[in-house]
């Protein structure tokens, strides 16, 4: 068998290997590492990993492009399993205003805040919008990024707004070597014109909205924005049991702020993940622990809102909860496609260690957005989906924190972004 591609030689080879499935406990430390690993692709499928040579069933010729992985890690692909990555518009505007001090519910009343991003993105064009977020995308693969998740929902009751967030992510998941992976998030917020009805709005969803966008085949998942003063935990339900009878996985932002009982109705209506839970209660944890719901943790959205708060990841690695990281970026509460960076924040912050970060990055990660059984890990029969970091080992690469340590990425057997 002839290989198209390999990585030799290399210092530390992160595998992930094992079943296809979210890893808990003890397993998020198991990273599968082989020390003087190889790697051998062919196409965009790999075909061998290994410690030392390749075995003499795997060949090369001339056209065999060999890397030399001396001194580098090697790990899959990272996943971002939470973005707002299509928007118009940015808030920086609003970065003076917080620091003196300026309530965010003030700064929504003065027309910023998510009805800043919701007019910017209603008024720019989906040209406009493909190539802001083309570039946001540019920078996620720099950083090793490979796969992402994308959700709509700056158009909110303007329909057709958060169809054209779906589809400038639809165009570049077919043009751009990243993966995007579509989430369909009209449920992001209220409308000011439905605030004394909500359930007017929730009906609306439900009715107009969630069977188009799943007649168009649109999207894979369907979120909703589980909060006080936001969608109740009766509403949630209803849009996301509606989501699954039109096909749409369910997912939802859960108790981010207060401990509303998002947690609980990811359990109980099995959600493939919940997401930020930075005040989920103890039951709501044990539930998602009993059912396998993912909690996909956003440190990189407690940082920049210096609330002080952080999701309890130990305590839910600890009930046996399967744990994912990713950035949330977006344009207000995390302008940052550094998912490096991210990783830090999860170790130093959130007290996890280098090993149960990349493993809520890979594999984790991938069972966040389904396709576990594809990406995740390097395991023969897998896509090739590839990082090498100039980085000495796992640890270095968490500690040196706010560079990048990409070296190059692969995308299904292809190198597609190499810093020399």
Do not use: W
Not at 39 to 55: C, D, H, W
Not at 294 to 317: D, E, Y
Not at 328 to 342: A, R, W
Request: aromatic fraction near 6%; charged fraction near 25%; hydrophobic fraction near 40%.
């Amino acid at each position: 068998m002839k290989a198209t591609l390999v990585i030799k030689g290399i210092s530390n080879l992160i595998t992930l290997k094992g079943e296809n499935r979210p890893r808990v406990k003890d397993d998020l430390k198991d990273i599968g590492l082989i020390k003087n690993g190889v790697i051998a692709l062919q196409g965009e499928k790999i075909i061998y990993v290994g410690e030392g040579e390749l075995p003499p069933t795997i060949t090369i010729d001339d056209s065999t492009i060999v890397v030399d992985g001396n001194g580098k890690t090697v790990t899959p692909g990272l996943v971002d399993s939470h973005t707002h990555l299509v928007h118009g518009g940015s808030r920086e505007h609003e970065l003076a205003m917080k620091l003196n001090g300026i309530p965010y519910l003030d700064i929504l009343a003065a027309g910023g805040g998510i009805h800043s991003t919701v007019k910017a993105t209603r008024e720019a064009s989906f040209g406009e919008l493909y190539e802001k977020a083309k570039k946001s995308l540019d920078k996620m693969l720099e950083y090793g990024i490979t796969t992402v998740e994308a959700k709509s929902g700056y158009g909110i009751d303007d329909f057709e707004t958060e169809i054209k967030q779906l589809a400038v992510a639809n165009k570049l998941n077919e043009r751009h070597p990243v993966d995007v992976v579509s989430t369909f998030m009209g449920a992001h917020a209220i409308p000011k014109k439905y605030k004394m009805d909500s359930d007017k709005f929730v009906e609306i969803i439900i009715d107009e909205m969630l069977p188009e966008v799943a007649h168009r085949g649109l999207a894979k998942f369907c979120d909703v924005f589980c909060e006080d003063g936001v969608f109740s935990v009766d509403q949630s339900r209803r849009i996301l049991m509606a989501a699954r009878s039109h096909g749409l996985i369910p997912r939802i932002h859960a108790d981010e702020i207060v401990s509303l009982g998002g947690a609980e109705l990811a359990a109980e209506i099995n959600c493939i993940t919940a997401d930020h839970l930075v005040a989920a209660s103890d039951e709501g944890i044990k539930l998602m622990a009993k059912k396998g719901i993912i909690a996909n943790l956003l440190p990189g959205t407690s940082f920049n809102l210096q609330t002080g708060k952080f999701a309890r990841a130990r305590k839910m690695v600890e009930e046996g909860v399967p744990i994912a990281i990713s950035t949330d970026y977006n344009p207000g509460s995390c302008p940052t496609e550094n998912i490096q960076l991210i990783m830090s924040f999860a170790s130093l912050i959130m007290r996890l260690t280098p090993e149960e970060v990349i493993t809520a990055v890979t594999i984790n990660g991938a069972a966040a957005l389904g396709l576990e059984r594809e990406i995740g890990s390097l395991q023969v029969g897998k896509i090739g989906d590839i990082v090498i970091f100039d980085s000495p080992n796992l640890e270095y690469l968490i500690y040196h924190f706010g560079i990048n340590h990409t070296d190059k990425v692969i995308k299904r057997g292809e190198v597609v972004f190499s810093k020399i």
